[in-house]
């Protein structure tokens, strides 16, 4: 399909980005300038000899392209655009010149087909492929184009967008596969091949090496993006990301780009997780995910300070939602989940990854930090629906350390927004204005702790040490800001 611009873009293969430079590379694989000339390259490496007579070494990708480059397909689709909604005026039916048209036999234009393109990889020798949800979302006619040019008309076999990965089918026997890897074993550095069809180029293959693991991109919760330097292009979407052994390591999904073309950051599904997915949506066409029922965020330096964390790690529970499972097995907001089955959740976009690969009904346990002390809790996962586990993000009173001036909330304030206690925050200044705490805003807890009064809350910011975690309330929206204090 078309690239999508920024984060939401189909992506697409890679260029080789070697620079040829004596010694550097010649480092880089161990192999010293004055032995290079008289060391046989390392496997799936090739030697050259500059001029000077030191060898670099480079990697050489042909042998896989030649082997898995057959199981690499083209997919063209076809979807019809939306209709004009012009029906009789061609003016459009909102216009003040529409009725003048009321009996004209004007004839609206007809749906005009949109055509994209993509890739994809054979995962079956029956004609299972694995490709991007978004290549083939929408799309009315799908045609998979071998490299041997032989074309067939394919059939979607499931779609999920949370992943963007879909499998489709072509009626085809004893076709060439892919081996798939273990996306967990991949290391940052490590050189990667790209094997697609940017700009309808089909079988076209870059290389690069993998940049950094475990992106989390915006509207992508769910998936930790591999992200590599290979240079990416409109028509790679769906395409294998192979290691040099040859394995599938990751779909191309998407790129970042302020101009639509490569500009070297582009982002893999691992194939670990586009496998879970493609499992079930071949077993039953749809998937199922766990969910605990919570919205959290990151826990900075500053959040660590003053929930006497030891380091600014885990996942920040900031709300609880109503009759979730997470409720249910006692979390609170304020709780950071810092463990899942006993494996440390390094960040908040961890913990999302991991419940949403466990299924409906999962036992989990998690060891969560509350009031500067580990406990386990239990919880039973339930299915992920529309809303999910997310990430986000009376008298006056003084301003005092905060510098805020708040009051408490009267009984009809607190029906209104749903709250038990809080505070009305109606002046901001110094660290609490610094901290993004605006008038409007309710203060529920501070360190945790509910405050209903002013003086409770003068109380929690006595005892705090350098920081205040203040629980805010803002529209429908619950999230903890960290007010430095001095």
Known sequence: MTMRKLIRNPLIAA????????????????????????????????????????????????????????????????????????????????????????????????????EGEG???????????LTNAHVVAGASKVTVQLRNRREYPAKIIGIDKVSDVAVIKIAANNLPTVHIGDSSDLEVGQWVLAIGAPFGFDNSATAGIVSAKGRMLPHSNYVPFIQTDVPINPGNSGGPLFNMQGQVVGINSQIYSRSGGFMGLSFSIPINVAMHVADQLIATGHVRRGELGIYIQPVDQGLADSFG?????GALVASVNPNSPAQAAGIEPGDVIIALNGRKVENSNDLPVRIASLPPGTKVNLTVWRNHAERQVIATLGAMGTKALAAAGGAHQPGGRLGLVVRPLTADEQQQ??????????????????????????????????????????????????????????????????????
């Open 15 to 114: 260029a080789l980005g070697v620079l040829v430079g004596a010694a550097p590379l010649a480092a880089l694989y161990g192999v010293r300038a004055a032995d290079a000339a008289n060391s046989p390259p390392p496997a799936g490496l090739t030697s050259s000899s500059p001029r000077g007579g030191v060898a670099v070494v480079l990697p050489d990708f042909s042998t896989l392209v030649k082997k898995y480059g057959p199981a690499v397909v083209s997919i063209r689709v076809i979807e019809k655009s939306s209709d004009s909604g012009m029906q009789g005026s061609p003016f459009g039916p909102g216009s003040p010149f529409a009725p003048f048209f009321h009996n004209f036999p004007f004839q609206a234009p007809q749906q005009t087909p949109i």
């Open 119 to 129: 890739s994809g990889f054979i995962i079956r020798p029956d004609g299972l492929i």
């Open 309 to 313: 964390l030891p380091a600014p790690e």
């Open 417 to 486: 927004d749903n709250t038990h206690g809080g505070l009305m925050v109606q002046g901001v200044s110094g660290p609490a204005e610094d901290a993004g705490i605006q008038p409007g805003d309710i203060v529920l807890s501070a360190n945790g702790e509910p405050v209903s009064t002013a003086s409770q809350l003068q109380a929690a910011v006595a005892k705090s040490k350098g920081h205040v975690a203040l629980l805010i309330q803002r529209g429908d929206t619950r999230i903890f800001v960290p007010v430095e204090v001095h």
